[in-house]
């Protein structure tokens, strides 16, 4: 065993799959922030569409039903989101406290009333879950050294959502910054004036940024009760939503960047599972609790500005107010 | 912007938005097929129908009463510290330390220091997110949050590896010494010839937690500093302008809430379990802000507010007990109370300021008539 030990293709492979849920919701929290609407509730809605795919995908027997369902209520959160700080203009931050806490109740009441198996869904069989998907030729390339094994083993073989995370990185990318919509949306989170003076509605674009982040979320979400796992457990993003806005902090609100963050962060979950590859890379045991707060650690020193500050949209967190 | 009467500022709002959370409530106790008016029925004779009930709801308000004032002071100074879990986590290794080290001959000398421990460490666990604040523009919201996962897992680690008693599965310290147990409520009413519960685990430092909200209001509204710290919050720019430095005011008001919210664990560390564990502080973090904003920030209004969240608390617990209604239910409402009075807090106001707009208008209305 060596250091190379630490860069082992399965845990390349589980840090991908650690690493989905925190991408599409820190690209999720992107949307959200760069149109200057903080949203701490990442977390409340990712755990929301957990429960929900999990619970139709359960209760139809399709994946997709599911993936819907957990969309759906994911959104429903970020109407509240928007409702309570933009057009009631009340504190972001406490609206997004709110979220997690209504979230991490109410799934477990459903939960329970639902499926009586305290507070979780029953588990997901074949056809309610996303499945691996073999990419093509990965038996012809499998052959071929290195190259040939990471196609086939790291790349292929993940469930779709994996890949549809993947895809938002460089979609998101386009729309922040390459349409007219992107323009705005990050107009919005600078200097909303600006735009209203433009013509252009803050309140709307503010509310589409809110649902992007909503969808993103769900997404997430469904992945992890559909994907990753078969089904949902009680509090089962634990921390999820909050290490993506680490992450989010991490990327200093940049696309690929964020791609970049994630990957690192759920490598520190994989690495985390394997305390054999850690102990026997370095030559002495690196305890798992500080791989746990290893992102958070980051986070602060980035916040404080020792390797780059990191600086917020502008307007972040402040409701607009039309002068009148 | 005093459009309305103090009286619909300090209890109609606040009253209308625990009203809309209470139906909110019903509405989700209906959906889950039960019954709202018996589950409210068995929460009240759970947690007042009895001293022993009363000996919990306490002691959760007496966990409360500190994180909420904590969160409060944080307010004051216009800063949201939603890390009082990380601190009052903090604090309780404050408590096991001095309670563990050092061989105290009386509970009063242990309790005077466990306060101090607790309140030193907790503080020190907002000295950082604090200092970052004031001196980078680091976001406290985010750096609190970051500092509750690290606080977890910093415990975790002590527990795990240091403190842990040799031959112990459990992540916990092992247990205090007899001469750090605090008298509870029964052993302090005996002599009056009140019979409280024993069992309950309601204790001295819901006095110290009432006497600590008489403290915060002084502090506040009292003092030179309490007015700096207020008028800081409510304009920074103005407040620097007339010379209050605002790496000052953050750090002293973000050290005194981290240590309110440490001392939170000479209720539920030195009170109750006698020891430390992984999940001592089981949320009271978090609730302190349901707490504060409930309160309005007013130690008067989070003495009651606590109370209200303690008998939600010990209700919940028994709703679990007898029901089949989860404890989760709390959490719900936790987060109900939190939207309505907080995010939502303009929703309720807007109207209300449109009707009392009106009736100033069609009054004066009404006496400049006669003039004319």
Redesign the interface.
């Known amino acids: 065993m060596s250091f190379f030990s630490l860069f082992d293709l399965s845990v390349l492979d589980t840090t991908i799959r650690l690493a989905t849920p925190l991408l599409l919701a820190c690209l999720a929290g992107l949307f959200s922030e760069r149109a200057g609407i903080f949203d701490i509730g990442l977390e409340g809605k990712m755990l929301a569409a957990a429960f929900f795919s999990a619970a139709f995908a359960s209760m139809s027997g399709s994946v997709w039903v599911g993936l819907l369902a957990g969309i759906g209520a994911s959104l429903l959160l970020s109407t509240l989101h928007g409702l309570a700080s933009i057009t009631f203009r009340g504190n972001q931050l406490i609206s997004g406290v709110a979220i997690n806490f209504l979230a991490a109740g109410l799934t477990v009441l459903i939960a329970q009333s639902w499926f009586q198996q305290g507070g979780r869904t029953p588990s997901l069989l074949t056809g309610a879950r996303f499945e691996e998907i073999t990419l093509p030729f990965t038996k012809i390339l499998g052959g071929i050294p290195y190259l040939g094994r990471i196609y086939a083993e790291l790349i292929s073989g993940h469930s779709i959502l994996v890949y549809l995370a993947l895809f938002c990185v460089p979609g998101t990318w386009y729309i922040l910054f390459r349409t007219r919509f992107g323009l705005r949306l990050r107009a919005v989170g600078e200097n909303p004036a600006a735009v209203d003076t433009a013509g252009v509605s803050v309140i709307g674009l503010r509310f589409a940024a809110v649902a992007i982040c909503g969808i993103l979320c769900g997404i997430a979400g469904a992945y992890l009760a559909t994907g990753l796992q078969a089904g949902f457990v009680k509090d089962m993003t634990a921390g999820r939503g909050f290490i993506a806005l680490a992450a989010l902090i991490f990327a200093k609100w940049r696309p690929w960047h964020a791609l970049w963050a994630t990957l690192l962060f759920g490598y520190l979950q994989a690495i985390a599972l394997r305390p054999d590859i850690i102990e026997s890379a370095f030559g002495f045991k690196v305890q798992v609790q500080l791989l746990d707060a290893l992102p958070y650690i980051l986070t602060v020193v980035i916040l404080a500005g020792f390797v780059g500050k990191a600086i917020p949209p502008r307007a972040g967190g402040q409701p607009y107010v039309k002068e009148r | 912007m005093d459009v309305m009467p103090k009286w619909a500022e300090v209890v109609l709002i606040p009253f209308i938005s625990l009203a809309l959370a209470a139906i909110l409530s019903v509405i989700?106790i209906l959906?889950?097929?039960e019954d709202p008016i018996a589950a409210v029925k068995l929460m009240v004779s759970g947690s007042l129908g009895s001293t022993y009930g009363w000996g919990y709801t306490l002691y959760y308000a007496t966990n409360f009463m500190f994180t909420g004032l904590a969160v409060a002071v944080a307010f004051h100074a216009g800063l949201?510290n939603?890390g009082g879990e990380g601190q009052a986590m903090l604090g309780g290794l404050g408590v096991a330390l001095v309670c563990l080290l050092v061989p105290w001959p009386h509970w009063t000398l242990a309790l005077f220091a466990a306060a101090v421990g607790a309140a030193l460490f907790g503080a020190a666990w907002a000295t950082?997110p604090a200092y970052?604040q004031a001196k980078?523009g680091?976001?406290i919201?985010?750096?609190t949050?970051?500092?509750n996962?690290?606080a977890a897992?910093?415990l975790?680690?002590i527990l795990?590896?240091v403190l842990r008693p040799k031959g112990s599965m459990d992540p916990a310290t092992e247990r205090f010494s007899e001469t750090v147990h605090l008298p509870s409520l029964h052993d302090l009413l005996a002599p009056f010839g009140i019979n409280f519960s024993k069992a309950a685990p309601a204790n001295v430092s819901l006095i110290i937690a009432v006497i600590a909200c008489i403290l915060v209001w002084l502090l506040i509204w009292r003092t030179a500093l309490g007015l700096e710290i207020r008028s800081y919050g409510k304009s920074g720019r103005a407040a620097r302008y007339a010379g209050i430095g605002s790496l000052r005011i953050t750090m002293i008001a973000m050290l005194i809430s981290g240590g309110l919210a440490g001392m939170m664990a000479i209720n539920n560390v030195m009170g109750e379990a006698e020891r430390l564990v992984l999940n001592a502080v089981e949320g009271a973090g978090?609730i302190g802000?349901a707490v504060a904003?409930m309160g309005r920030s007013h130690p008067f209004g989070i003495f009651l507010a606590a109370i209200l969240f303690g008998f939600l608390y010990q209700g919940g617990a028994e709703l679990a007990l007898w029901t089949?209604?989860?404890r989760?239910?709390?959490?719900?409402?936790?987060?109900?109370v939190?939207?309505f009075t907080?995010?939502?807090?303009?929703?309720v106001r807007?109207p209300l300021e449109h009707i009392f707009l009106a009736i100033q208008r069609s009054r004066s209305a009404k006496i400049t008539k006669p003039v004319d």
């Open positions: 989700v959906a889950i097929g949201f939603i950082i970052l980078r680091s976001h919201v985010i750096t949050i970051m500092f996962f690290i897992a910093l975790n680690y795990v590896n978090f802000i904003l089949k209604i989860p989760e239910l709390i959490v719900v409402i936790q987060a109900l939190i939207l907080g995010a939502l807090d303009n929703m807007m």
